[in-house]
């Protein structure tokens, strides 16, 4: 969100209280960043009529909270106590309030909200929301892991999140966790922080999946196996993709488009971004959530053989047996795929959650030769041992 923003959603009624937590700093910052903009504050003492000060108290005598009377005002819950008081209308007490809401509070926790949104859909702080929880005998789960809780491999992937775009408010809500708390994190990992608010929207082509054609289908073969996507909360839609060759990263961001920055690790970089338009398209192929040991092609792509290069490039291994690691549904598609070309297909392994095809003899070779003869995108070093074993097979 932007300065210009900011004071846009100011004007347009927004308390100094949402627009703060909305962007996560203070009420002080966003005192500032009208000032600096030269933004008019409103004028609270003339803001509600007599009219709506009868209103507010019609409202309250008929159950509703001072946050909410307020909020649908624009105006903070001290106002709206002040009119009550000023009207002689008794405040009911906090704890008539608690005693309505515990069986709200119950239900969301159970439904899945966290006790920060409770707290704040119900006007109270979170410590009251786990009073009621321990009350009413209801399971906690882990919602607020410390630093120590979170692991190595989820603090590199909070940079990776970080750098494809998303904020620390975004990224605290995917881990259930404090945004100061992510942000010490990745500043422990030396990312660049960026003011906390104010994040460029780095572009993406959400386009390059509306036709189907050799790169198209290839790079999908690629994400059903070494990319992954996920949404959060905030309805922020992510797509990573990871590999330990550098420039096969850079092929994949130069055909997205991508402005955004290689992530880069030992022996291993990511490009991540967010993009709901993307990340619903992906899941038309297959590509969804969790997809380790569930992925599975669609019919559009059964016979391509640039999405299977894709494939092969991602989890196979090239050699004179030809090797797919993957889901189920993964192995036996290119089983079938395999059969359709040479007439043969072959038993599937498993191990655990995970299935395993070895393609042998002709067959290797007929399925090498159709995917990577002619092809004009490819993983270098896969695509040099095809060649090279189809030419010592001359």
């Known amino acids: 969100m932007t300065e210009q923003e900011v004071c846009s959603k100011y004007r347009d009624g927004a308390s100094l209280n949402e627009i703060a937590a909305l962007i996560s700093m203070s009420q002080e910052y966003v005192r500032k960043v009208l000032k600096r903009n030269n933004v008019a504050r409103r004028n609270y003492k003339n803001k509600i009529s007599k009219e709506q000060e009868q209103e507010i108290c ?38 008539r309030h608690l005693k ?79 945004p100061n708390n992510v942000r010490r994190i990745l500043r422990k990992n030396q990312v660049e922080i960026r003011p906390v608010g104010f994040d460029k929207k780095l572009y993406v ?59 880069e690790k030992p022996n291993f970089y990511t490009l991540v971004f967010t993009s709901q338009k993307l990340f619903e398209i992906l899941g038309q192929y297959g590509i969804v959530p969790r997809k380790s040991h569930i992925a599975q092609c669609s019919s559009e792509l059964k016979n ?41 297909s072959y038993a599937i392994g498993k191990n655990r959650d995970s299935y395993t095809l070895q393609i042998c003899s002709n067959s290797a070779l007929v399925l090498l030769d159709k995917l990577y003869m002619n092809a004009k995108i490819y993983l270098n070093r896969k695509y040099d041992k095809a060649m090279k074993i189809l030419g010592e097979t001359e």
């Open 304 to 344: 391509n053989r640039h999405f299977w290069r894709g494939v092969i490039d991602g989890d196979g291994y090239v050699s004179s047996v030809v090797t797919l690691y993957g889901s189920k549904f993964m192995v036996e598609e290119l089983n079938n795929y395999v059969k359709r070309l040479s007439g043969k």
């Open 58 to 95: 019609d409202m309250y005598k008929s159950g509703e909270e001072q946050e909410d009377i307020g909020h649908k005002f624009g105006v903070s819950k001290s106002k709206i106590s002040s009119v009550m008081k000023s009207c002689g209308v008794k405040v009911r007490g906090r704890k």
């Open 205 to 263: 082509d959400e386009s390059v999946f509306d036709e189907i054609n050799e790169e198209s289908a290839y790079w999908l073969g690629m994400l059903i196996t070494d990319g992954w996507v996920c949404n959060n909360e905030n309805n922020r839609y992510v797509i990573g993709f990871g590999l330990q060759d550098k420039e096969h990263i850079e092929k994949y961001k130069k055909f997205i488009k991508s402005e955004h920055s290689i992530s």
């Open 100 to 178: 309505n809401i515990e069986k709200n509070v119950c239900q969301d926790y159970i439904n899945g909200l966290s006790t920060m949104e409770i707290a704040k859909k119900n006007g109270c702080c979170d410590e009251t929301v786990r009073k009621v929880l321990i009350k009413h005998e209801v399971d906690r789960r882990q919602e607020t892991p410390h630093r120590e809780d979170v692991s190595q491999d989820e603090r590199l992937r909070m940079g990776e999140m970080y750098k494809g775009g998303m904020d620390s408010v975004e990224i605290a809500n995917v881990y259930h966790m404090a």
